[in-house]
């Protein structure tokens, strides 16, 4: 299959947007992420970040997960792009490389000491708050889409980023984009 477009799904933490931005650098193809959408629309709401927004995504109603979904599937539709989406059911159709990315949770937690949006948290609760992530988002893909959007047959790659430097994960989705792109 000749693929118009790259989407990244995966565990929090395991190095989606990370992964994106450096093969943005490669392609040139703009970036569109459902994380983003969302935050956007948070920030809106709560300027001065009265709630977390895990906590405000936790509290979105499926009709509003449903239409940021479609959303995204009509901009993939339009535009070869970048993208990183949580639940990659709805794209099965199109011309789009699916890629899924694990990485222990130990490893995840280590990787987002220091980072702005844990806000000097330990590692111990940066632990916490990607478990509780990624169960949050389980419920999600199981009552939007009836899936558990960790399951390894959703996608065409699934890479560990734990046991993969990134110049190998890149080689990888660059040779399944083939030299034609």
Same mark, same amino acid.
């Given at each position: 299959?000749?693929?118009?477009?790259?989407?990244?799904?995966?565990?929090?933490?395991?190095?989606?947007?990370?992964?994106?931005?450096?093969?943005?650098?490669?392609?040139?193809?703009?970036?569109?992420?459902?994380?983003?959408?969302?935050?956007?629309?948070?920030?809106?709401?709560?300027?001065?970040?009265?709630?977390?927004?895990?906590?405000?995504?936790?509290?979105?109603?499926?009709?509003?997960?449903?239409?940021?979904?479609?959303?995204?599937?009509?901009?993939?539709?339009?535009?070869?792009?970048?993208?990183?989406?949580?639940?990659?059911?709805?794209?099965?159709?199109?011309?789009?490389?699916?890629?899924?990315?694990?990485? *222990?949770?130990?490893?995840? &937690?280590?990787?987002?000491?220091? =980072?702005?949006?844990?806000?000097? !948290?330990?590692? @111990? /609760? +940066?632990?916490?708050?990607?478990?509780?992530?990624?169960?949050?988002?389980?419920?999600?893909?199981?009552?939007?889409?009836?899936? *558990?959007?960790?399951?390894? &047959?959703?996608?065409?790659?699934? =890479?560990?980023?734990?046991?993969? !430097?990134?110049? @190998? /994960? +890149?080689?990888?989705?660059?040779?399944?984009?083939?030299?034609?792109?």
């Amino acid at each position: 299959m000749k693929y118009q477009s790259i989407v990244f799904s995966g565990l929090p933490g395991a190095g989606k947007s990370t992964l994106v931005g450096k093969l943005k650098e490669i392609y040139g193809w703009p970036i569109s992420s459902v994380g983003d959408l969302w935050r956007a629309k948070w920030a809106k709401l709560y300027p001065n970040k009265e709630i977390p927004f895990e906590e405000y995504w936790r509290t979105t109603s499926s009709e509003d997960n449903r239409q940021v979904n479609i959303d995204f599937r009509e901009k993939i539709i339009k535009n070869r792009l970048l993208g990183d989406s949580r639940y990659t059911i709805y794209l099965r159709d199109l011309p789009v490389l699916l890629v899924f990315l694990v990485a *222990d949770l130990e490893t995840r &937690a280590k990787r987002g000491v220091g =980072l702005p949006k844990y806000n000097g !948290s330990s590692q @111990e /609760e +940066i632990k916490d708050i990607l478990y509780r992530r990624e169960a949050d988002e389980v419920a999600a893909s199981e009552g939007l889409f009836k899936y *558990d959007y960790r399951a390894a &047959a959703n996608y065409h790659l699934v =890479l560990n980023t734990a046991m993969l !430097s990134q110049d @190998e /994960e +890149i080689a990888i989705v660059k040779s399944l984009m083939g030299s034609k792109i």
